[in-house]
Nanobody, 120 residues
């Protein structure tokens, strides 16, 4: 199982970016999908999560600006980031809880990370 992120980059404050995370490999089902971020010198923090039946939760710092979504047919999920601020600068990681077979428990899988830099 592999998670591959794309969509990071450099953007000015107030701009937008859309991150994607494509899940590939032998997969039976994907439960929760989430985005985390880690800024220099700080701990990794949860940004947003979307459950298998689509309820979502967001960190207070991104509510109203970021939107998480998923396309189950493509095994891909997204993070639309609007009104970006310099404090959103971080490496963003995607995370998914995946069953590789019906009889197997869920495993925790991570992407490699993508840099998002917001200039003031």
């Amino acid at each position: 199982v592999q998670l591959v992120e794309s969509g990071g980059g450099l953007v000015q404050a107030g701009g937008s970016l859309r991150l994607s995370c494509a899940v590939s490999g032998s997969i039976f089902s994907i439960d929760d999908m989430a985005w985390y971020r880690q800024a220099p010198g700080k701990q990794r923090e949860l940004v947003a999560v979307i459950r298998s039946d689509s309820p979502t939760n967001y960190a207070d710092s991104v509510k109203g600006r970021f939107t998480i979504s998923r396309d189950n047919a493509k095994n891909t999920f997204y993070l639309q980031m609007n009104s970006l601020k310099p404090e959103d600068t971080a490496v963003y990681y995607c995370n998914a809880e995946i069953r590789v077979a019906r009889w197997r428990g869920r495993g925790d899988y991570w992407g490699q990370g993508t840099q998002v830099t917001v200039s003031s």
